[in-house]
């Protein structure tokens, strides 16, 4: 058995797509389940498309998810180099061009751009390309020579048969059939002498051993072009995985708008590397079990790609989050503390101990962002409804509750010691002596100090981290509240 040999080959034009990542960690995973190589080749050769930067984000994305690449532009395997810009400086492109004229399976083409103008344009996904009608496959060995020689601009053209069908595997679609009248002429090398995408990734999977090749479906129309490259050649074509589109919600592409389409765009939402890989494995690979929590070694041992879906994907944002936040739950205390921090800061500029808020929130949020809606009320008491006074559970109303807070506001001045501990022993010695239940003492005592019909945690641990002045002025501010709405 040939050792597995896959690849990552993203063109450096922006942030990493959610779909690429899918690929590269599919590519990874298939790799590293089987102890194989994973490569990182930077596919540069579209001049327009590059964006300045966008390599350094590839290496940052690598690094944040540890697809870690055993082989690429800064781990030399031997098979380098490993960016298509510099490969074409050593000529390899040209050299198998030329292999393919000689063979009749390409060809040079001179025609300009006017006389490309005037032929029939086809709409293909959406997109408008011209058919070519192979006019330069008639010109004469002479005829090209002399054109060469005379330094008219060129491009090398594959040649497709008009007749008969190319049939091809992909291991979700199963055998693919396809017309040959179906193939244009498609260009090999540019006028820029750079090697076309179509080209030059047939050319760099074969002489860089890649056994398995996992991309978007949207290559999947190309890919017949791709097989007569490797028959024309006589090289073995790699397992083609073509991965179905991922969508929104909605069923529409995912869009830099509702915040999917990136790794970073969802690191800026303030997602984990760590949960965005899991949830981004499982769309469209599922283990045996129903099991979705997986870390990436786990994947590693687990990841069987017989086992990916051809059905599309459909991105998930509250899955996401309800992910993130299992994350967040299984993260230890001292790390969380230290992510959660900015986010705190946020909310909270008071000197509160942020630690034990911190603690307070880890199980009750999906994404840190999350944290300053639930936390702002230690900064700040915000403004309140009394009608949060009354609960039917609890037993609760406004008039109950201004006798409870009234009672307690003494007391409140009276206790030294501010400990949730003794604030709570504090507050049940009222309950008993008064005979009623917990919640009807504290849910009063809880809104009063926190003005949120929700809180991170119970009375008593507020009152501790806000401490006694604030909780005697929030108290205070509560009976004034209520004495107005009883009135
Ligand atoms: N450079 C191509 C892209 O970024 C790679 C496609 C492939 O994996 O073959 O879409």
Known sequence: MTKIRTRYA??????????????????FLIAKHDGGSFMLRIEDTDQERYVEGAVDIIYRT????????????????????????????????????????EKGEAYYC????ERLASLKTEVVEGKEITVYDKHCLSLSKEEVEANLAAGKPFVIRQNNPTEGTTTFHDELYGDITVDNSELDDMIL???DGYPTYNFANV????????????????????????????????WDVPVYVHLPLITDENHKKLSKRSGHSSFEDLLDQGFLAEAVVN?????????????EIFSLDELIKEFDYHRISKSPAVFDMVKLKWMNGEYLKAMNDEKFYEMALPYLKEAIT??????????MVKTRIEVFPDIKELVDFFEELPEYDTAMYTHKKMKTDEASSLEVLEEILPLLKEQEDYSNDALYQMLLGFVEKKGCKNGYVMWPIRTAVSGKQMTPAGATEIMEIIGKEETIKRVEKGIELLKNAVK
Request: with cysteine; proline share 6%.
């Open 279 to 291: 949830y981004i494995a499982l769309l469209g690979w599922s283990p045996e079990d129903n099991r």
């Open 203 to 234: 050319v760099d999977d074969h002489t860089m051993n890649i056994t398995h090749v996992v991309r978007g479906n949207e290559y999947l129309s190309s890919s017949p072009k791709y097989v007569r490259l490797y028959d024309a050649f006589g």
């Open 189 to 191: 090398i540019k006028s």
């Open 350 to 359: 008071k000197p509160l101990d942020l630690k034990k808020i911190a603690a």
């Open 110 to 113: 001179f025609c300009d751009k």
């Open 10 to 27: 993203p063109s450096p034009t922006g942030r990493m797509h959610v779909g690429n990542l899918r690929s590269a960690l599919y590519e």
């Open 62 to 101: 690598m690094e944040k998810t540890g697809m870690i690449h055993d082989e690429g532009p800064d781990k030399d395997g031997g098979v380098g180099p490993y960016v298509q810009s510099e490969r074409m400086k050593t000529g390899i492109y040209m050299k198998y061009a030329k292999e393919l004229v």
